[in-house]
């Protein structure tokens, strides 16, 4: 609920534009699924060809919805407008400017937006590029979308929390007797700042970089995914390779960022301490990694390609549970990574399973079918 009244010092507009965005980027990404998933089933050319339209325009709206959303959030924090607790929990006044910008990912809201974003990224390139492939693979994208759009809504739906919306004004997020005074904003001054052990050159290129790659690998799975979907089981496959390879290097130059901001910064004794969050990053790149060796495999001998559909599949939901690891706040005493619960628990294990029941399915329906070679490799 949007709240009606303004208090002495409150800047209430920007925060009602921002709520606006994050319910159109929510509604905007669901009518995508729902065009690209209807254009992928459908057999006449012309119905296709519709949905298709409205995917695409659908798709749009939510990427600028989505840059809405980054644009008012930094405007914000730009601003220093600690009446928003978003802005007041992740800096201050005294930071130095560069460090502003990493006060945008540095809370949760603020990293699932930086995934979202690249998301749009890599789904505007690839309604231009994927060809006959845009419809099933945007499907994916775009149901991704929806999830992630969803963990900024902040709503309640009976008992269970949907999102949390960084427009949230410091008194609707603290219960204190100081706001219930109109004249609260005299009294905060000032916002608790970025933690010391963030305060590095690191956190301002090392998260974009992660989650790019952490982004990225949705597109080998959406390729291997697709090919599933539509039993066109090879025709993925070269579409597929130079996005693995992106995908691969751009993980890999995180993972190792991050070690390097471990051996520097965070006191751990050496590039990596297996950290358990350090190791949910690792493990889905070891897996992306034998992926790239099984599909350059079958481009030459033919062999692996159940092997391939097996490990880009692994990868994305190995992605999934390393951000229920590092967002649910069970790992809140373990590592320095994680981030504390913020009562998502629920929606953060439902990300997981609506992409992997679908995939489980279609690898045991389709696996009699996909193509392999029947001599010893």
């Not at 600690?82 to 006044?93: A, G």
């Not at 290129?205 to 982004?215: E, K, M, Q, R, V």
């Not at 025709?235 to 290097?249: K, R």
């Given at each position: ?6 208090h ?39 119905i ?33 407008f ?16 560069q ?47 929806v ?38 904003m ?14 590095n ?15 990225a ?17 090879k ?15 751009i993980?890999g130059?995180?993972v ?22 350090e ?80 995939s ?18």
């Open positions: 609920m949007i709240e009606q009244v303004q002495a010092g409150e800047h209430l507009l920007p925060g009602h534009i921002g709520r606006f965005f994050v319910v159109i980027s929510f509604v905007a990404a669901l009518l995508a699924t729902v065009s690209y998933f209807s254009a992928t089933r459908a057999k006449d050319g012309l296709q060809y519709s949905w298709n339209r409205i995917g695409r325009w659908s798709f749009l709206v939510h990427g600028v919805a989505v840059v809405g959303i980054v644009v008012v959030l930094f405007y914000l924090i730009a601003n220093h600690f009446e928003y607790h978003y802005v007041w929990k992740h800096s201050s006044k005294s930071l130095p400017s460090y502003l910008l990493s006060c945008f990912w540095e809370g949760q809201e603020g990293s699932f937006l930086l995934w979202t974003f690249w998301h749009i990224v890599l789904g505007g390139i690839l309604i231009f590029t994927a060809k006959k492939w845009e419809n099933p693979v945007m499907t994916v994208i775009a149901a991704t979308q999830v992630l759009a969803s963990m900024l809504l902040g709503i309640h739906v009976l008992e269970f929390k949907i999102g949390s919306n960084p427009f949230v004004l410091m008194r609707q997020a603290m219960d204190a007797p100081i706001f219930a005074r109109d004249n609260y005299n009294f905060i001054s000032d916002g608790t700042g970025l933690n010391p052990l963030l305060q050159y690191w956190m301002t290129i090392h998260p974009p970089t992660l989650f790019l790659g952490f982004a690998t949705i597109v080998p799975f959406a390729f291997a995914f697709a090919g599933l979907w539509t039993q066109d089981f025709g993925w496959v070269n579409q597929a390779l130079p996005w693995t390879l992106f995908a691969a290097m993980l130059t995180g190792l960022m991050g070690a390097a901001w471990a051996y520097e910064a965070l006191s751990f004794g050496g590039f990596w301490a297996w950290d358990p969050v190791n949910a990053s690792l493990v889905p790149l070891l897996t992306l990694i034998g992926g790239l060796h099984t599909l350059v495999v079958y481009r030459h001998t033919g062999h692996g390609l159940k092997a391939t559909k097996i490990f880009f599949i692994l990868t994305f939901l190995l992605v999934l549970y390393s951000t229920f690891l590092t967002r649910s706040g069970i790992l809140g005493d373990t590592s320095v990574h994680s981030f504390t619960a913020m009562g998502m628990e629920k929606q953060l294990v439902a990300f997981i399973f609506i992409f992997l029941i679908p489980v399915y279609l690898l045991i329906t389709r696996w009699q079918r996909i193509p392999s070679q029947e001599k010893e490799e």
